[in-house]
């Protein structure tokens, strides 16, 4: 089992920044890749970036050039730094673990923290 334990969400101004941070605990090998997802009222869930345990990033093209995501792996937290950001980035964000791919989500996530962008 692992836990995952999100904070950082909030409101900002358009054009504002946020950084979201995750930690992890639990059977190590599970969280080998974390990742943040994201879903926005009535919308499906959706990758937003994903890194491996050895620093392979994965983004969204809509997170590409705005969003960083890293991670601390004596912490076991991953965070994910927000900027330039827009009204559609709205969403509950959802910090993600699974054991070994980032084509896919992890069986494990958050419980979610809310971003909203708005002025």
């Known amino acids: 089992q692992v836990q995952l334990v999100e904070s950082g969400g909030g409101l900002v101004q358009p054009g504002g920044s946020l950084r979201l941070s995750c930690t992890a605990s639990?059977?190590?090998?599970?969280?080998?890749?974390l990742g943040w997802y994201r879903q926005a009222p009535g919308e499906q869930r959706e990758l937003v970036a994903v890194i491996s345990r050895g620093g392979i990033t994965k983004y969204a093209d809509s997170a590409k050039g705005r969003f960083t995501i890293s991670r601390d792996n004596v912490k076991h937290t991953v965070y994910l730094q927000m900027s330039s950001l827009k009204p559609e980035d709205t969403a509950v964000y959802f910090c993600?673990?699974?054991?070994?791919?980032?084509?896919?989500?992890?069986?494990?996530w958050g419980q979610g923290t809310q971003v909203t962008v708005s002025s």
């Open positions: 639990g059977i190590s090998f599970r969280f080998n890749v």
């Open positions: 993600n673990a699974g054991p070994g791919s980032t084509d896919y989500p992890g069986p494990d």
